[in-house]
């Protein structure tokens, strides 16, 4: 798989359930208080920024839409994030998020808006250098309709969203963890 992933440039990171530990299926993060990022994900983070990578992190925060969270919830989130993710040297290029409901938009993963909109801000960045890290059967599924090389997050199997297992073969890789995944790319 290493050759798969030797001309990546770009990432595209999944929130929930690969940077934080994913909330029970029907709960959303609304506050800082709340979001606990998983081990090693500041040290993946950084080593890909290491190397040159941008990274795009691509959300759907469907809690807007329901009335759980408002947009400067998730931006004060985010912001939250990009600070603590200074702390270790780290960084994210971009922050991208859909707060629609489902069948309202064109940018809810697995719909290609989101990313579209990436590839129109950062020109440079191009399907043959991109890779999406996601956890679920929506973040494989946009890959895929892009042609995006992509790894899923094995994640905690208690928390994984239906549909998990369809994902498995839409992947060009399958990894415990964020850092497994990075590494996998850095290799």
Same mark, same amino acid.
């Given at each position: 798989?290493?050759?798969?992933?030797? %001309?990546?440039?770009?990432?595209?990171?999944?929130? +929930?359930?690969?940077?934080?530990?994913?909330?029970? /299926?029907?709960? &959303? $993060?609304? +506050?800082?208080?709340?979001?606990?990022?998983?081990?090693? !994900? /500041?040290?993946? $983070?950084?080593?890909? @920024?290491?190397?040159?990578?941008?990274?795009?992190? !691509?959300?759907?925060?469907?809690?807007?839409?329901?009335?759980?969270?408002?947009?400067? *919830? $998730?931006?004060?989130?985010? @912001?939250?994030?990009?600070?603590?993710?200074?702390?270790?040297?780290?960084? $994210?290029?971009?922050? &991208?998020?859909?707060?629609? %409901?489902?069948?309202?938009? *064109?940018?809810?993963?697995?719909?290609?808006?989101?990313?579209?909109?990436?590839?129109?801000?950062?020109? +440079?960045? @191009?399907?043959?250098?991109?890779?999406?890290?996601? +956890?679920?059967?929506?973040?494989?599924?946009?890959?895929?309709?892009?042609?995006?090389?992509?790894?899923?997050? /094995?994640?905690?199997?208690?928390?994984?969203?239906?549909?998990?297992?369809?994902?498995?073969?839409?992947?060009?890789?399958?990894?415990?963890?964020?850092?497994?995944?990075? @590494?996998?790319?850095?290799?």
């Amino acid at each position: 798989m290493a050759t798969r992933f030797q %001309d990546i440039r770009n990432v595209f990171l999944d929130r +929930d359930g690969v940077i934080n530990r994913k909330p029970a /299926e029907g709960e &959303y $993060i609304s +506050d800082w208080r709340d979001f606990h990022p998983l081990p090693g !994900v /500041e040290e993946a $983070i950084a080593a890909l @920024n290491r190397a040159g990578i941008r990274v795009i992190l !691509v959300s759907n925060q469907r809690g807007i839409a329901l009335g759980r969270a408002t947009r400067n *919830d $998730i931006e004060s989130i985010h @912001n939250c994030l990009q600070q603590h993710l200074a702390g270790a040297g780290a960084h $994210i290029d971009a922050f &991208y998020y859909c707060p629609h %409901d489902r069948n309202e938009c *064109d940018c809810r993963k697995p719909k290609t808006g989101l990313f579209e909109q990436a590839f129109r801000d950062f020109p +440079d960045a @191009n399907r043959s250098t991109s890779l999406v890290i996601g +956890d679920s059967l929506s973040d494989l599924q946009v890959a895929h309709t892009l042609g995006l090389s992509s790894i899923l997050i /094995e994640g905690d199997p208690a928390s994984r969203k239906p549909g998990w297992e369809q994902a498995v073969p839409l992947a060009d890789a399958v990894a415990p963890s964020l850092s497994d995944a990075v @590494n996998r790319i850095l290799a």
